[in-house]
């Protein structure tokens, strides 16, 4: 989708959401699925959309842990470090990742490939230890797996 | 009737209306419960959790936030409470940049005090301390981030009372830092440098650019003729820099004051004022006359202009042309008063003494030139007193030197909101009437309602005027113009709330005095009486201000007028 | 304008056409399409399934929630007359096989049942012994009734208990059946939930109804499986709370991390406004309200309900201070009623089936059942729902089946990063609000991680506080820095740099931060680490005085060794280990490079004589 189309896209929403009360978050959330993540143009588009200053925007987006200031992967690693699977040596399987794509938790590899991010408790703790990839679930995951499941990219 | 509700705070019975929180109530007995984060009318947040008291709950309550309710149990200064209080303190200055000797707010900080008063003799848990840069992009002020204690105060002053909001909270957690969007610098946001969040600021986060140090050297600089001019509101609060009670007013000994620090020349702003008055008076009666754009809205707040020109450029063909008070007398300083006396221009530095931080940036802006070379605020003017070892309290008063140093009442009322209006109605009234004006006070615009408005009837019309401070109600006040709700003629707009005497540069006032006393409103009170204690009242009956007319200027509104007493705007972006 | 006559019609036809009831004409074949389920593969089971029976009349297929056993996924059930078949493991060839078999050619495959498995003498899940012993009154639809299916839920009696509300009860009587019930909070506190609603109904002119979907707990899944297998309870609950304290708009706050759940939440709306089960003028009644569903965007604060109210109003998750509660001033500042999704699954069934029925199971101060999420070192993981009172023994021996792999149990933990730890000591302490406060944890929001010898506490009490500082929203000083404190003072005794009075140093900042935090999250922070001060000194000291961690957890605590004597020098080791730490020729035993070593037990799992362990 071209710049301009996305922007009308998260315009239209604005225009929806203007006159309910508490648009800001729906507001972002919608604007992120649609950029993918939330630089400065996109904050200060919805700050002038919703009349409100830049700074709360950008103060929620800094607050929650699921808007992102930067351009991600073209996948999403998650391993989730909830309890079930930290019990389960969770740790041991990022460590490991961090050594294998050479990036820290956060961080996104150097040709773009994956976005490494330790995530909160995914609900599959059964499976435990749990890794996503994109919406690909790996459950049981082995730390000698790793480079098998990373090649499948 | 509000309803009443009863409580007792340490054994003490007390009555107050329904709502009103724990801490209020405490002060109405005598106890004092130490705060840091709160701040009276500006912040009442419950992040330091140092008002903390027992409220018979299962964990202690910030007092701050607490509404009293019936029959209340409150102890506020149980073992439990002071050793909770203590380890909060601790914990804050263990995440603090502790070089207290050699920061601005060194004798004169909230966070030293409460450590003090708290007795804290050693701090437990030392851990990691987050670094921060410096943000020195603003020429009014100095970001200083190690030193914040994230009280939100200036978070509440710039948004909530102003605003405005180009700070805030960033980040999450131990993270969290105040500061614009995007780690931006203070200079390259919408700030307007009105100050009021280093005026809410208990340490040395926010303090004022500090340029004293290029007026001393002036002053030591045999080849330079340094001449000096003081705002009407610093006269009503620098008196608070010696310990003189708030409120007093100190005209006499602030010339003396200056004059012993070395300056060659000390005028006032307040002649200047009633040149304003002439030069804008005049406008305004040509606006109404000629079908000129009306409302018109006065000037000389700079951090007003600034507003307007990022927020309400819709509004620039209103702006009188007036420069302000400040850059008129800097105009006629290098430009008549220089080769009046025949000192070349580059020989004379300009210095004026402001209530206001944003007049820092009013200085610079291009269009004014060299006309006022550095402008020092009344916080630095007590540093420079005190430096000097000038035992202020005892000083003789004295006059301001001649030719520019007199003013009528009429320009003293400048520093508070609804003066600018004031002055310019008794000048206005009876240039248009050719009556003399009997009732000379104006009520209506006077007092600290955010949105004063009034209709004064001139000949036959009935001139509708509105005075609005604080830019929150500046906002209001010119959407209800932009959606046709509201038309008016003639508009005062000043950015801090009460007006000049509420300004970035004023002397800092602690929080526990804030919750005492209201300080606007005993520094509005010194310049109405100094008012009243004048013998002219009317800007156009100052003959030093004719004088200058005739000997340099002609008429106002005239062709020299425009050259050196007048300005124009630009439109700025918000982001 | 739907009335109880439509529903009792719905019902009828439903529970006779999708094969519902015992009495049924038809097979009826379930496949748990849960998060875990679809995880494990479900998907592509579901079709091949739909496919294969297109063509066969009197078969329904059918997608469930969670059936009720995670590790077993995926799983399905095939229904036919009074019999009911689990089959666990599913693969398509499997499914296959089970399709050709049993739902054509009328044969359980014995040896893909969960009887198979678990080895017992069972066909169903509801015959194990791990399940029968359970009472689900809040899954008691999961994993039975297609979540995207309204009618099913009425066939279940749905919507059923807000008739009765709307026509039969003033919303003084339903506070007072929920006062009696001795309903509480299943967020964690345990406050009674019809004095919240009591609390709620002065006059306003706006007030809302919200259901705190944030599930941050990490381990705890329980709201997860209710949305995602039966909706409609909440959305029922909901509605009967609008009515009780006249407010016309509810909110849903449900975390991101749950797109499934947001997905079946949606659809469930929408039924139910198409029925008119929601929205204007609800079954004729006059009462309106509407359901709108706001999602979360990664932060654990807001699961505090002051919190999850600014982050509906668009603002940074920062709590604010109480009094003034919700009850007065909540959303908006309005009235507003905000509870647990498990408090408000109780509640329809409460209304129909009466307060003495509820107050049947648990015990006196805690009625009812509480779900719980089983994890961590423990056979069967997963979701159990019991009776208040049961004790911790019999969830993990009987519901659990024990500790795996032949480990000793250690400790278990309840209220996740809010709770504390329960030893061996206290194995037999009754699961209910009040006697978990006493022995130093809480009941929480249900996660329950078990940990068995191998697991550090210590480290586990720096995991929680890492959690905890991560997710500190920032706003008051005692949980913005102090956690932190604790936070480093945990790190420095779990990588070898404990000092002497660090113990006495996390007591008394553990208590300050209880004593003066702002919010919930902050006064209960230092739970986890005060707890296992409390039950495993013991083990703090050795780490601070011995520098050694006694479980063989703390990894700059432990190295890796090989035994010389047992090492038969194959290289296996050397080979997997991805630092190439390890060095040896063929057929002698080999040593680690201590310098190298990164710790992570690859040559230990890789070893096939035992040879690797760490100390």
């Given at each position: 989708?071209?710049?301009?189309?996305?922007?009308?896209?998260l315009q239209s929403f604005i225009d929806e959401m203007k006159n309910e009360k508490g648009p800001l978050m729906p507001v972002m959330q919608k604007a992120q699925d649609i950029f993918g993540y939330l630089p400065f143009d996109v904050q200060k588009f919805i700050a002038l959309g919703l009349d409100v200053p830049l700074t709360e925007v950008y103060g929620v987006a800094t607050f929650y842990s699921q808007f992102n200031l930067e351009k991600q992967g073209e996948h999403s690693l998650s391993l989730c470090l909830g309890t079930a699977c930290y019990v389960k040596g969770a740790q041991t399987l990022l460590d490991r990742l961090e050594q294998e794509l050479k990036v820290k938790t956060g961080d996104t590899t150097k040709d773009g490939k994956f976005t490494l991010i330790g995530t909160r408790c995914l609900g599959c703790c059964g499976l435990a230890p749990v890794m996503m990839i994109d919406d690909d679930v790996y459950g049981q995951v082995k730390a000698d797996e790793i480079p098998e499941i990373l090649k499948k990219y | 009737m509000a309803k009443m509700v009863s409580l007792t705070i340490d054994g003490i019975n007390v009555e107050v209306e329904e709502g009103t929180s724990v801490l209020k109530a405490a002060k109405d007995i005598g106890i004092m419960i130490p705060t840091l984060c709160y701040l009276n009318g500006v912040n009442s947040f419950g992040g330091c959790r140092i008002c903390v008291v027992d409220a018979g709950a299962k964990s202690l309550l910030a007092s701050c936030t607490l509404p009293a309710a019936e029959g209340m149990v409150i102890k506020t200064n149980t073992k439990e409470v002071q050793e909770a209080r203590r380890m909060n303190m601790e914990l804050i200055l263990s995440n603090h940049d502790r070089s207290c000797l050699t920061c601005d707010r060194n004798g004169k900080c909230e966070l030293q005090d409460t450590a003090f008063q708290m007795n804290v003799d050693e701090i437990r848990f030392d851990g990691k301390d987050t670094k921060h840069k410096l943000d020195l992009s603003s020429p009014a002020m100095v970001r200083d981030p190690n030193k914040c204690i994230l009280c939100r105060r200036c978070v509440a002053a710039?948004?909530?009372?102003?605003?405005?909001?180009?700070?805030?909270?960033?980040?999450?957690?131990?993270?969290?830092?105040?500061?614009?969007?995007?780690?931006?610098?203070?200079?390259?946001?919408?700030?307007?440098?009105?100050?009021?969040?280093?005026?809410?600021?208990?340490?040395?986060?926010?303090t004022i650019v500090d340029d004293t140090k290029k007026v001393w050297d002036a002053i030591a600089d045999p080849n330079k003729h340094v001449v000096v001019q003081t705002a009407p509101a610093v006269r009503a609060a620098l008196?608070?820099?010696?310990?003189?009670?708030?409120?007093?007013?100190?005209?006499?000994?602030?010339?003396?004051?200056?004059?012993?620090?070395?300056?060659?020349?000390?005028?006032?702003?307040?002649?200047?004022?009633?040149?304003?008055?002439?030069?804008?008076?005049?406008?305004?009666?040509?606006?109404?006359?000629?079908?000129?754009?009306?409302?018109?809205?006065?000037?000389?707040?700079?951090?007003?202009?600034?507003?307007?020109?990022?927020?309400?450029?819709?509004?620039?063909?209103?702006?009188?042309?007036?420069?302000?008070?400040?850059?008129?007398?800097?105009?006629?300083?290098?430009?008549?008063?220089?080769?009046?006396?025949?000192?070349?221009?580059?020989?004379?530095?300009s210095v004026s003494v402001m209530p206001c931080s944003a007049k820092k940036f009013e200085a610079g802006r291009p269009e004014f030139g060299d006309d006022v070379d550095v402008v020092i605020t009344t916080q630095e003017l007590g540093r420079m007193i005190r430096m000097a070892g000038i035992d202020f309290e005892r000083l003789p008063d004295s006059d301001f030197d001649p030719l520019l140093g007199d003013s009528t009442g009429a320009a003293v009322i400048f520093g508070v909101t609804g003066g600018v209006m004031e002055a310019a109605l008794r000048t206005v009234y009876e240039v248009l009437t050719k009556e003399t004006l009997e009732q000379i006070e104006f009520e209506s615009i006077r007092g600290m309602e955010g949105l004063k408005e009034a209709t004064v009837k001139i000949n036959d019309l009935d001139v509708k005027i509105a005075v609005a401070h604080g830019t929150a109600n500046a906002r209001k006040l010119l959407d209800s113009i932009r959606s046709g709700e509201k038309e008016y003629h003639f508009i005062e707009i000043m950015a801090c709330p009460g007006g000049c005497i509420n300004g970035g540069g004023q002397p800092l006032v602690d929080s526990e005095i804030k919750l005492k006393t209201n300080v606007v409103k005993q520094r509005a009170k010194a310049l109405y009486s100094e008012d009243r204690g004048k013998a002219l009242r009317k800007s156009h009956e100052n003959p030093s201000v004719q004088q200058v007319y005739k000997d340099w200027l002609g008429e106002p509104g005239g062709h020299k007028s425009h050259e050196f007493l007048h300005t124009k705007y630009v439109e700025r972006d918000l982001y | 304008?739907?009335?109880?006559?439509?529903?009792?019609?719905?019902?009828?036809?439903?529970?006779?056409?999708?094969?519902?009831?015992?009495?049924?004409?038809?097979?009826?074949?379930?496949?748990?399409?849960?998060?875990?389920?679809?995880?494990?593969?479900?998907?592509?089971?579901?079709?091949?399934?739909?496919?294969?029976?297109?063509?066969?009349?009197?078969?329904?297929?059918?997608?469930?929630?969670?059936?009720?056993?995670?590790?077993?996924?995926?799983?399905?059930?095939?229904?036919?007359?009074?019999?009911?078949?689990?089959?666990?493991?599913?693969?398509?060839?499997?499914?296959?096989?089970?399709?050709?078999?049993?739902?054509?050619?009328g044969k359980v495959v014995t040896e893909y049942t969960i009887g198979a498995a678990d080895k017992e003498n069972a066909s169903s899940i509801t015959e194990m012994s791990y399940f029968k012993s359970q009472k689900r009154i809040v899954l008691r639809n999961c994993g039975t009734i297609d979540p995207e299916n309204i009618d099913e839920y009425i066939a279940r009696g749905g919507y059923e208990a807000l008739d009765k509300v709307l026509t039969s009860m003033s919303k003084e009587d339903v506070v007072n059946t929920l006062l009696s019930s001795g309903l509480r909070g299943r967020g964690g506190a345990g406050f009674p939930t019809g004095l919240k609603w009591k609390f709620t109904m002065a006059e306003a002119d706006q007030k809302y109804v919200v259901c705190n979907a944030d599930e941050g707990d990490p381990g705890a899944f329980m709201n997860r499986s209710v949305l995602e297998g039966d909706p409609h309870a909440l959305l029922e609950a909901m509605a009967i709370a609008g009515y009780t304290i006249g407010a016309t708009i509810g909110y849903i706050y449900i975390r991101a991390e749950y797109p499934l759940a947001v997905e079946r939440l949606k659809i469930a709306i929408k039924q139910a406004e198409d029925k008119g089960l929601l929205g204007k003028n609800i079954m004729g009644s006059g009462v309106d309200f509407t359901i709108e569903l706001r999602l979360g965007a990664g932060a654990f604060v807001c699961g505090e309900e002051t919190a999850l109210i600014a982050s509906i109003e668009g603002e940074r998750g920062e709590p604010r201070p109480k009094p003034p509660f919700p009850s007065q001033s909540g959303v908006f500042g309005k009235p507003t009623v905000i509870n647990?999704?498990?408090?408000?699954?109780?509640?329809?069934?409460?209304?129909?089936?009466?307060?003495?029925?509820?107050?049947?199971?648990?015990?006196?101060?805690?009625?009812?059942?509480?779900?719980?999420?089983?994890?961590?070192?423990?056979?069967?993981?997963?979701?159990?729902?019991?009776?208040?009172?049961?004790?911790?023994?019999?969830?993990?021996?009987?519901?659990?089946?024990?500790?795996?792999?032949?480990?000793?149990?250690?400790?278990?933990?309840?209220?996740?990063?809010?709770?504390?730890?329960?030893?061996v000591d206290h194995i037999d302490t009754p699961i209910d609000y009040d006697s978990l406060a006493e022995i130093g944890t809480m009941m929480g929001s249900g996660g329950l991680i078990i940990m068995d010898e191998d697991n550090c506490m210590v480290d586990i009490a720096r995991y929680f506080l890492d959690f905890t500082v991560d997710e500190s929203c920032g706003k008051c000083v005692p949980c913005r820095i102090g956690t932190k404190r604790m936070l480093e003072i945990l790190e420095r005794i779990t990588t070898s740099k404990g000092k002497a009075d660090d113990i006495s140093k996390l007591k008394e900042l553990g208590k300050n931060i209880k004593l003066t935090a702002l919010c919930g999250l902050g006064q209960t922070a230092p739970n986890p680490v005060l707890s296992t001060i409390r039950y495993f000194e013991q083990e703090y000291e050795t780490h601070i005085k011995e520098h050694k961690c006694p479980a063989g957890s703390c990894q700059a605590m432990i190295a890796y060794f090989i035994e010389a004597e047992k090492c038969i020098g194959c290289g296996l080791c050397a080979r997997k280990c991805p630092v190439d730490a390890i060095s040896g020729e063929k057929k002698q035993p080999h040593k680690i490079d201590r310098s190298k070593c990164i710790k992570c037990g690859a040559c230990m799992e890789a070893c096939p004589v035992d040879a690797i362990y760490k100390r």
């Open positions: 989708m071209s710049d301009k189309a996305k922007y009308d896209e | 710039c948004g909530r009372v102003q605003d405005i909001g180009v700070i805030g909270p960033t980040e999450r957690g131990f993270r969290t830092i105040v500061e614009p969007a995007f780690k931006m610098s203070l200079g390259d946001v919408a700030c307007i440098n009105c100050g009021q969040c280093l005026q809410a600021c208990p340490t040395g986060a926010i008196g608070e820099e010696f310990g003189l009670p708030i409120g007093t007013c100190v005209t006499g000994k602030m010339a003396t004051a200056l004059k012993r620090l070395g300056f060659d020349r000390v005028f006032d702003t307040d002649f200047a004022a009633d040149l304003t008055i002439m030069e804008e008076g005049t406008e305004f009666i040509g606006r109404l006359q000629n079908n000129g754009v009306l409302p018109m809205i006065t000037s000389c707040s700079p951090g007003w202009i600034k507003f307007m020109e990022h927020n309400y450029h819709d509004f620039l063909p209103n702006m009188s042309s007036c420069k302000s008070p400040q850059q008129m007398m800097g105009s006629v300083i290098k430009n008549y008063y220089a080769p009046k006396m025949n000192i070349p221009r580059e020989n004379i530095v | 304008m739907i009335t109880k006559k439509d529903l009792d019609k719905i019902k009828a036809a439903t529970l006779t056409e999708n094969y519902l009831d015992d009495s049924r004409e038809g097979i009826r074949v379930t496949v748990g399409m849960a998060t875990c389920g679809i995880a494990a593969g479900a998907k592509p089971l579901f079709r091949l399934l739909k496919e294969g029976t297109a063509d066969l009349e009197k078969v329904e297929v059918k997608m469930v929630g969670c059936i009720g056993s995670c590790r077993l996924e995926p799983m399905i059930e095939v229904y036919e007359g009074s019999k009911r078949t689990t089959y666990v493991f599913m693969t398509p060839e499997k499914c296959q096989k089970v399709l050709d078999e049993h739902i054509k050619g647990n999704v498990g408090t408000f699954a109780n509640i329809p069934q409460i209304i129909v089936k009466g307060v003495d029925w509820f107050k049947s199971t648990g015990t006196e101060k805690s009625s009812g059942t509480k779900v719980f999420a089983l994890g961590g070192k423990i056979s069967n993981p997963g979701l159990v729902e019991v009776p208040m009172g049961t004790t911790l023994r019999d969830i993990i021996y009987n519901m659990g089946g024990g500790i795996p792999n032949g480990k000793k149990f250690k400790a278990a933990q309840t209220g996740g990063p809010s709770g504390g730890c329960i030893p």
